[in-house]
């Protein structure tokens, strides 16, 4: 994967997705390498994050469309960008089958959400930059 210097200059720098799911390991290392420069502790966040989240798309979809990484003034937001018109409906459980992927998202960013328009949806999480 080419480095996408996009990200550097306050702009989004976006990796492909599709059919075909890319290692996590390869996803962080692309994301690692657009957050150069960046505090460690906050990389690590944000990796945590874009693991959670590239891991749920492909579970809970058919095809995301990609991964959105955009480095602003105070925060890192991270997008990933789906075809899905339905979604699972997020409940209350005592004692979850999987993981507590989405209580770390909602822990580690200020704000997260799922944003749904044109036939397809975006989950996005902004986490603080520490500079």
């Known amino acids: ?3 996408d210097q996009a990200a550097r200059k306050s702009e989004a720098a976006h990796l492909p997705l599709g059919r075909q799911r890319p290692s ?11 957050l150069t420069g960046e505090n460690a502790d ?10 959670e989240l590239v891991s749920n798309a492909y579970r809970y979809t058919s095809e995301p469309s990609f ?11 991270i997008e990933i960008a789906h075809d899905a018109r339905a979604h699972p409906p997020l409940r ?12 770390l998202v909602a822990r580690l960013s200020e704000r997260w959400g799922v944003d749904r ?3 397809g949806t975006v989950v996005w999480a902004d986490l603080p930059r520490e500079l």
């Open 117 to 119: 328009a044109h036939g």
């Open 1 to 3: 994967m080419a480095r």
């Open 67 to 77: 991964l959105r990484v955009v480095i602003g003034k105070s925060k890192i937001r």
């Open 24 to 34: 996590l390991a390869t996803v962080r290392r692309w994301v690692r390498v657009e």
């Open 42 to 51: 906050c990389v690590a966040d944000v990796l945590l994050v874009v693991n």
């Open 92 to 103: 209350k459980v005592s004692r979850p089958q999987r993981g507590y992927g989405l209580v």
